[in-house]
């Protein structure tokens, strides 16, 4: 007879040894589930090109008021960076702002709780390391490719002023603007509707193509520029931050400007840019 002090036998071992199964990887580029749909793309898509064409047309109009540029043809002051650029500049803050209300009409979110924003904290020095890294493998690159001589987007660069507007604007603006409409939002709901290797090339795509006008349609430039646009998008959704992308951005533009810099002894000699 046992006493209720007595230990219980244990159970004798299972002679099944145990099988222990790792959770699935997600993958070198995860799917992903976005909250907002085509329908937010699309509205934001329309709200951009409002924005770009209405606010620089109102701005080359209002220049054309000024003392200064009265006797300036309209078509030359809408060729002119120090008045286009900060007026681009002033529509894609609207942008911004146009979509963070839609976000919050259409899902009761705001901007930064539908996309990650996440700060790579211990990879943002490995991330710019790699934007510039890309900028000079894609100035190596076009030394074999036959890029033109020149391009709409050189009439940007005729002046010291234009250059230092484009600077600034390539380097603060631009990147942020870009990454948060091709991989914060176009992405994501590609990579739902289509997989992820269909968007990745489907929004590197796009992004090239946002620039075709500048580089009148040549296929070398349009061609890095897809290059770049896959590696960013590709940053993008293998560290789930648009932050992580938008650094390489910076970092890369940087980096171009960095050897224009260089090579027009600081916008002195634009002559040697426009050669």
Do not use: C
Not at 95 to 112: E, V
Not at 180 to 192: A, E, I, K
Not at 250 to 268: D, E
């Amino acid at each position: 007879m046992s006493s209720p002090l007595q230990p219980v036998p244990a159970a004798p071992p299972d002679p099944t040894p145990e099988v222990f199964t790792p959770p699935p990887s997600p993958g070198l580029v995860p799917r992903e589930a976005p909250i907002f749909g085509l329908l937010d793309v699309l509205l934001v898509l329309v709200a951009g090109v409002f924005l770009v064409l209405i606010i620089p047309a109102l701005a080359v109009v209002a220049a054309h008021m000024l003392p200064r540029y009265a006797g300036v043809p309209l078509t030359a002051l809408a060729r002119n960076a120090v008045i286009l650029v900060p007026a681009q500049s002033v529509a894609y803050l609207l942008l911004i702002a146009f979509t963070h209300m839609l976000m919050i009409t259409r899902h009761d979110r705001g901007l930064t709780d539908v996309i990650p924003f996440a700060w790579p904290r211990e990879r943002w020095a490995a991330l710019v390391a790699a934007g510039v890294l890309l900028a000079v493998a894609i100035l190596m690159l076009g030394q074999f490719l036959p890029i033109p001589q020149q391009l709409p987007i050189d009439e940007f660069f005729k002046t010291r002023s234009s250059a230092f507007v484009m600077l600034v604007f390539a380097v603060l603006v631009a990147p942020i603007v870009e990454e948060l409409l091709f991989r914060g939002l176009l992405y994501p709901v590609l990579n739902r509707a289509l997989g992820a290797i269909a968007a990745l090339v489907l929004t590197s795509l796009a992004f090239a193509l946002l620039h075709a006008g500048q580089l009148a349609l040549a296929w070398a430039p349009l061609l890095t520029l897809f290059l770049v646009g896959f590696v960013l998008t590709l940053v993008r959704a293998r560290y789930q931050s648009v932050m992580a992308s938008t650094l390489v951005h910076m970092a890369y533009n940087t980096t171009l400007f960095g050897v224009i810099l260089l090579q027009t002894g600081g916008f002195r000699n634009m002559d040697a840019f426009n050669r």
